[in-house]
């Protein structure tokens, strides 16, 4: 599987440099909105800090090109923000708010020692936060007749459950139930194979596009 990745959760780790604490909160997002009002909430937290940089990175939709952002606020230019997004970058991380908030500890670090800092900072969240990859994933989709749904979902299930495949909830007709499976392409063919063999033939897999998803790491 290939793809971006995206937090499964937000973190917030502390990075203290020469007296100067650099707390670093990451946080997923999926708009310029949500970046702005988790920033806000970074200031009322920490009032009395020097400092809060961000960088944001938003991946594109059908809707709207990607987004990259940075800010210094007040560090000097290009020591913070910008290090932070090339950190977020280089880590492939996509929909992701990285918030590095600097209580000043009296010593001054240089635009060398700020870089390394807040590059640090952003290096050590992603270090410690739980991971998970964007992928596109097959949409593939069986009918049941009502009499075979019990057996026909358990056997789909087992299924999915050795292969890393998502079951997404059953729905009915007043025919037949519908499952639908998200699985990686490679074993979309061996999934209609072992459907087609335990139901001798009676269900059948049809492939009904792609969709995004967010997968475990393995």
Not at 40 to 66: E, F, K, N, Q, Y
Not at 101 to 126: C, D, N, P, S
Request: with cysteine; net charge negative.
């Amino acid at each position: 599987m290939t793809g971006p990745f995206v937090l499964a959760a937000d973190v917030e780790t502390e990075l203290v440099e020469r007296r100067s604490r650099f707390l670093t909160r990451l946080h997923r997002v999926t708009s310029v909105e949500q970046a702005e009002l988790l920033i806000r909430a970074a200031r009322g937290d920490h009032p009395d800090a020097r400092h809060h940089c961000t960088a944001l990175v938003i991946g594109a939709t059908s809707d709207a090109a990607p987004v990259h952002r940075s800010s210094d606020d007040g560090e000097p230019s290009g020591t913070a923000g910008m290090p932070m997004l090339q950190a977020l970058l280089h880590a492939d991380l996509t929909d992701t708010l990285a918030v590095v908030i600097r209580y000043f500890g009296g010593v001054k670090l240089g635009a060398g020692g700020l870089l390394r800092a807040y590059t640090a900072g952003v290096e050590q969240a992603v270090a410690a936060a739980t991971l998970l990859r964007r992928t596109e994933l097959v949409v593939a989709q069986l009918e049941a007749p009502m009499a075979e749904v019990g057996i026909v979902e358990n056997a789909v299930r087992v299924w999915a459950g050795a292969h890393g495949a998502q079951v997404e909830p059953t729905t009915y007709t007043s025919r037949v139930a519908q499952l639908t499976v998200l699985l990686d392409p490679s074993t979309l063919e061996g999934f209609a194979a072992d459907v087609a063999r335990w139901s001798s033939g009676r269900v059948r897999v049809t492939e009904a596009g792609l969709r995004a998803a967010d997968v475990p790491m393995a």
